[in-house]
């Protein structure tokens, strides 16, 4: 067995998964290195925030620079310079919510144009795995079918029959040596839609099950509500991964329902547009209120940047575009989810989840005192 659930608290877990380049304590936070980098930082600086698994994007490095080019160089943890775990998605994601380069979805697979160079292009599950064992990843991700939020229940239901059907093609597929593959179960807050879905997916067998098709755009309450019931419908013994979440709040209510793994673009996305997340909420280092502020993004925080700098010297950095700006806040919003994320595995092992849960919202909720 590759997971291990060491403490519950509640329906929140806190559990371990082996794989072949180490083990993740979980629930786990994964930041994307979607084109083969965590943007801006040395693998190095990723690994001392307290990274232990790192997310690669299948479509990307598919087109650039190539999956069979880094397989020659020695597979996707060589080639970035990363010696931890790894997990792929499957492109799905890429393909699905590119909508305007989306050309045709048949039973064998999707066809749209590239973002590369607009040529055509075919994912099915057998080429989606192919890459993956390319690529080498620790965990490699089933091709599905993720519609947006707000389809109607006949699309909702024929994303569900193709996931399905696409995983067990995938399932046929050779992997990398040691490698793990994750199901991805749909049908959106359809309650029938989604149980038929985890029966499927559940029933085909897999080392780890993800929640798909959710926060792309429904209300939040419905997606915690969805996955508060969705999650027990998911193997106990197995992780179980909420794809796409990130923020404070999203990450203390998934955990609490019992999800093991999550990743997000977003504390390196707000970095690039100067915002660092913090317990108060995010703050906007173009604020002229920070411009004579001494303090550090985040009281406590150990990141790089916190250590030594001050919002003011952060907010000149942002102002004049200077890269080292964009790298501090990269540290720092990392570091946040990171410690965030570890705090939570700390409480569900005290069995304190809900008060670390109730203090962070109100944190947030209140804002910094000034
Ligand atoms: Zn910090």
């Not at 994007?57 to 999956?67: A, E, S």
């Not at 696409?166 to 149980?195: H, K, M, Y």
Request: net charge neutral; glycine share 10%; with cysteine.
């Amino acid at each position: 067995m590759s997971f291990t659930v060491e403490t519950v608290d509640g329906a929140a877990r806190a559990g371990r998964l082996r794989t072949p380049h180490g083990d993740i304590p979980t629930p786990a936070f994964m930041p994307v290195g979607t084109k083969g980098t965590v943007k801006s930082l040395h693998p190095d600086e990723v690994r001392a925030l307290g990274v232990s698994i790192l997310l690669g994007n299948t479509y990307h490095l598919h087109f650039r620079p190539g999956d069979e080019l880094i397989a020659e160089l020695g597979g996707l943890h060589r080639f970035m310079g990363w010696d931890g775990p790894i997990l792929t998605d499957s492109g799905g994601f890429q393909v699905f919510s590119l909508r305007d380069t989306l050309l045709r979805v048949d039973d064998e697979g999707a066809t749209f144009r590239s973002i590369y160079e607009g040529a055509s292009a075919r994912f099915t599950p057998e080429l989606v795995g192919g890459i993956q064992a390319r690529l080498g990843s620790d965990i490699a991700m089933c091709l599905d079918l993720c519609p947006p939020a707000g389809v109607d229940r006949r699309e909702l239901e024929e994303a569900v029959r193709l996931t399905s059907a696409w995983a067990a093609r995938q399932q046929r597929v050779e992997r990398s040596p040691g490698q793990l593959l994750f199901g991805i179960t749909q049908g959106a807050s359809d309650r029938e839609l989604r149980s038929r879905s985890i029966e499927e997916i559940v029933a085909l067998g897999f080392d780890g099950y993800a929640l798909g098709g959710l926060s792309v755009g429904e209300r939040r309450e419905v997606m915690f509500e969805t996955v508060a019931w969705a999650a027990p419908l998911l193997p106990a013994e197995r992780p179980r991964y909420f794809m796409g979440i990130g923020d404070a709040q999203g990450l203390l209510e998934v955990i609490e329902r019992g999800v093991d793994m999550f990743d997000c673009v977003l504390p390196t996305r707000v970095a690039r547009t100067g915002s660092a997340l913090t317990l108060y909420g995010r703050l906007n280092l173009r604020n002229a209120r920070f411009g004579r502020d001494p303090r550090p993004l985040q009281e406590g925080c150990e990141c790089p940047a916190c250590l030594r700098f001050s919002r003011a010297y952060i907010r000149h950095l942002v102002n004049q575009h200077e890269l080292l700006g964009l790298r501090l806040l990269s540290l720092h919003n990392l570091r946040f989810l990171l410690d965030l994320t570890a705090r939570a595995r700390a409480a569900i092992e005290r069995g304190e989840l809900a008060a670390l849960k109730r203090d962070v919202l109100a944190s947030l909720a209140a804002g910094e005192p000034t």
